[in-house]
C-alpha cells in the first residue's frame, strides 16, 4: 500500500499561480511514476502531468507551458507549479503514485481543490 497526501491548491484569480506538494509513503517501488490528474465538474478525471522516477516527464496539452512537475525522490515528493491559471483550470486535482511496470500497484491521494476565478 502506498498512501499519498497532498497540500496546496485554493482560490486564485485567473492569471494568478499556486502550488501542489504531495508525499508518498509506504510501499514505496524505486521504479515508479508521479503524477497529477484532475476531475472538473461534470468530467472525466485526465492527466495533468507526470514524472518517472528517472525524471521523464508528460503533461496534457492544455497545460504545456504552464504547469511544471517536479519531484524530489529522497522524500517521495511530488510537486506542481501551476502559472497563467485559466478558469478552465478549475478542479479537484489528485496525485497519482504507480508502480511503473505492474499497473496494479496505482494509489491516489484524496484529492485537493484548485478554483480559479475570471
Known amino acids: 500500500q502506498v498512501q499519498l497526501v497532498e497540500s496546496g491548491g485554493g482560490l486564485v484569480q485567473a492569471g494568478g499561480s499556486l502550488s501542489l506538494s504531495c508525499t508518498a509513503s509506504g510501499r514505496i517501488f524505486s521504479f515508479n511514476v508521479m503524477g497529477w490528474y484532475r476531475q472538473a465538474p461534470g468530467k472525466q478525471r485526465e492527466l495533468v502531468g507526470e514524472?518517472?522516477?528517472?525524471?521523464?516527464?508528460k503533461y496534457a496539452d492544455s497545460v504545456k507551458g504552464r504547469f511544471t512537475i517536479s519531484r524530489d525522490n529522497a522524500r517521495n515528493m511530488v510537486f506542481l507549479q501551476m502559472n497563467s491559471l485559466k478558469p478552465e483550470d478549475t478542479a479537484v486535482y489528485y496525485c497519482?503514485?504507480?508502480?511503473?511496470?505492474?499497473?496494479?500497484?496505482?494509489?491516489w491521494g484524496q484529492g485537493t481543490r484548485v478554483t480559479v476565478s475570471s
Open positions: 514524472m518517472t522516477n528517472g525524471g521523464t516527464t
Open positions: 497519482n503514485w504507480r508502480n511503473k511496470f505492474e499497473t496494479r500497484f496505482n494509489y
